[in-house]
């Protein structure tokens, strides 16, 4: 019990009190955007709230990342929209439900490690394109609707709001200079609330937004027929906000060990976002991921443990039950303020003093996987598109580093000693090194320092093989690692070479003996 909880564990060293103002900060966050994320997809906003309190408590006690928030994300809202329009909100259930059971898949099978494979380059892309979304979307705050229109805000109303931004923004960074004992953000918040209530002003409050009152997360399993049809039509929903998901989720554990020094654990994490989805499915909720900008926001406030996480998330319906009045009638101006210092906190501005220091395909996969964020809100794509390039142009440079040296002993063997790895990309380089016609009768490959990577390296290895063959000479293979031999042993059908045997090498005399 102790190594899943820990959360009254007094072994460990956790600031109770920091934890608490972490988690009543995070809360008063997460609230006004999970009800635009659930309006912005077509859903009772209620949806939203349910999605923050099941996503928020399930990860928060079972995730893999102590510190790490998850709630009712626009990442996955974004995905649902198309199905919400065309079949309504029943398929939305199921798709979510569907979409936490694959979740779960992913972590029973240990395949969250494979989040690894996402390069620095695409993280600041990623980290710098969820900024600006952070940022763009209060931007969306400083708009009215007025007559069924969508207007700016202008005049006195305009100028209230931003004075109010800017008076959160102040607090924020100054008051860290002259005490850590409370979280600026939630000072900020409580400030500028009792500055609209004392002076009486005129401004946006979260109530202009959505009403957040109602009752516990109603059990309710999805009406859809139980069909294959049914199945065609959720499958791909659920399958990308699983993707998404899982995405956003990883990419935020990877970001929360960078700056706590510390190492999540991703298939644990993968369990608790699929559990917390499912359980979204059957509850009312809209499912969720990790939330880059509230788990920013619990970080700055200094919680580290998981019980900051579960008071957000009983914050949350605590609201939801009976505190609905008084939050809704906290200023939007407040929230703005927190959510913009967020996306400057979040930026990677270290990207751009190491700019000129980078190679110059690392700098263009930051950023493009920064405008596809930006662009289509699809993480998967531009984390997908940014590690496939990567990996085309870490091929191409291992491709070119493939050489040989060659020489000729006393007995007239010629020798060519490869190094850098024979793969897809080195075939055709590697290929041209052989000069059959004027080489001796007899020749030796050295692959010391290199080795045979992939069935395309076999196969090149099987056209020299019979290039020498027909040109009536005989080639040897040397020096070979033991997984190489176990590759060439598996296509022995497909090439057919002598390799020397070295006494010096046990795994290869091992494996021939």
């Known amino acids: 019990m102790k190594q899943y909880l820990r959360l009254f564990d007094f072994s460990q060293k956790v600031d109770y009190k920091i934890e608490v103002l972490a988690g009543l900060t995070v809360a008063m966050t997460m609230i006004p955007e999970s009800l635009s994320f659930a309006i912005l997809a077509g859903f009772p906003p209620l949806v939203g709230l349910y999605a923050a309190f099941i996503m928020g408590l399930v990860t928060a006690v079972f995730g893999g990342r102590p510190g790490m928030v998850s709630g009712g994300a626009g990442a996955t809202a974004v995905v649902l929209i198309a199905l919400m329009q065309s079949h309504g909100l029943e398929y939305v259930f199921a798709a979510v439900a569907l979409a936490g059971i694959l979740q779960i898949l992913v972590g029973l099978f240990k395949l969250g490690k494979f989040i690894r494979l996402v390069p620095q380059p695409v993280m600041y892309g990623f980290v710098n394109g969820l900024a600006v979304i952070i940022f763009m979307s209060q931007i969306e705050q400083f708009k009215i ?25 102040a607090i924020i960074v100054l008051l860290p200079r002259l005490t850590k004992a409370v979280p600026p953000s939630l000072v900020a918040i409580i400030v500028v609330f009792g500055v609209v209530m004392g002076f009486g002003i005129d401004t946006k409050l979260v109530k202009d937004i959505a009403a957040v009152s109602g009752s516990l997360p109603p059990f309710h399993i999805p009406q859809v027929p139980l069909t294959l049809e049914m199945l065609q039509v959720i499958f791909p929903y659920a399958l990308i906000m699983a993707g998404v998901g899982l995405t956003e989720s990883l990419l935020t554990l990877n970001l929360v060990d960078e700056i706590t020094g510390t190492r999540g654990q991703g298939n644990r994490e993968s369990i608790a976002q699929g559990s917390a989805n499912l359980l979204n499915g059957f509850f009312f909720g809209m499912g969720g991921c990790a939330m880059i900008a509230q788990t920013l926001v619990n970080l700055s406030a200094g919680a580290r443990a998981r019980l900051a996480g579960v008071v957000a998330a009983l914050t949350i319906l605590a609201v939801i039950l ?21 996306a400057v906190g979040t930026f990677e501005w270290i990207s751009f ?3 000129n220091k980078m190679p110059k395909q690392d700098v263009f996969v930051g950023i493009l996987v920064a405008v596809i964020t930006i662009w289509l809100h699809n993480l998967a794509l531009a984390v997908l598109i940014g590690v496939i390039i990567s990996a085309l142009v870490f091929a191409w440079e291992s491709a070119k580093r493939i050489r040989a040296r060659k020489y000729t002993d006393t007995n ?49 290895l099987n056209k020299l093989t019979e290039r020498y063959h027909k040109a009536g000479k005989k080639l ?11 590759l060439l042993r598996n296509a022995e059908q497909v090439i057919d070479v002598n390799i020397v045997e070295d006494p010096h090498y046990a795994v290869v005399t091992d494996k021939l003996s």
């Not at 059959?436 to 395309?456: G, T, W, Y």
């Not at 040897?476 to 176990?486: A, E, P, R, V």
Request: hydrophobic share 50%; net charge negative; glycine share 8%.
């Open 145 to 169: 609707v007025q007559n069924g229109e969508v207007a700016w805000l202008s005049g006195t109303p305009l100028y209230v709001m931003a004075g109010l931004v800017a008076l959160t923004i």
């Open 322 to 342: 009976v505190g609905a009045p008084i939050i809704e009638r906290v200023p939007m101006a407040a929230l703005v303020g927190v959510m913009v210092m967020v």
């Open 353 to 355: 003093r190491i700019i």
């Open 412 to 460: 007239g063997v010629k020798h060519y000693e490869i190094y850098g790895p024979l793969f897809f990309g080195s075939v055709t380089a590697f290929s041209e090194k052989f000069d059959v016609l004027h080489d001796p009768q007899e020749v030796v490959i050295d692959f010391k320092e290199s080795r045979v990577a992939d069935m395309s390296g076999i196969d090149a």
């Open 476 to 486: 040897h293979l040397k020096h070979l690692s033991q997984d190489c031999l176990l």
